[in-house]
């Protein structure tokens, strides 16, 4: 770990790949899957571009199997935030995400021993969110 004032004048404005951007988050912060999804609450999986750095790159990006797609990044490692997989594609590709936040997790906890149902009626939601909610919680551990 390293503070601001040790970082190259040109640490943010210098291009860097796509690759070399993430490398440079795990170094910073550490890997993703230690850290909790911001927007639901699950484990992370994945570092994901918040999309709304300053120093923001983009560019084609050529995978080994053949496919390329466009892709953006920072060299801003705070313009990063720990996704699970699912909220990642959500961020990045407009699928839905979870429908819960960390805070509702949070009120599932607090309702511990009560049945599905009885949780569902409590929190507003439907038994299969429930179910979802509490593999979260597991998983959150
Ligand atoms: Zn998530």
């Not at 890997?31 to 570092?47: E, F, I, N, P, S």
């Not at 990045?92 to 009626?121: E, H, I, N, S």
Request: hydrophobic share 35%; net charge positive.
């Amino acid at each position: 770990m390293f503070g601001i004032r040790d970082l190259p004048a040109d640490w943010f404005t210098k291009p860097i790949s796509y690759g070399a951007a993430h490398d440079r988050v795990r170094r910073v912060h550490g890997r993703a899957d230690m850290h909790v999804c911001v927007d639901c609450g699950h484990r992370a999986q994945h570092w994901s571009y918040n999309g709304d750095s300053e120093f923001e790159q983009s560019g084609e990006i050529h995978y080994s199997h053949g496919a390329k797609t466009f892709l953006r990044w920072s060299t801003d490692t705070d313009a990063y935030s720990p996704r699970c997989r699912f909220c990642h594609a959500a961020k990045d590709y407009g699928f839905t995400r979870a429908p819960w936040t960390p805070a509702d997790l949070d009120a599932l906890a607090a309702l511990k021993g009560m049945t599905v149902a009885q949780q569902a009626a409590r929190l507003g939601v439907s038994p299969s969110t429930i179910d979802r909610m509490r593999r979260a919680l597991r998983e959150r551990g």
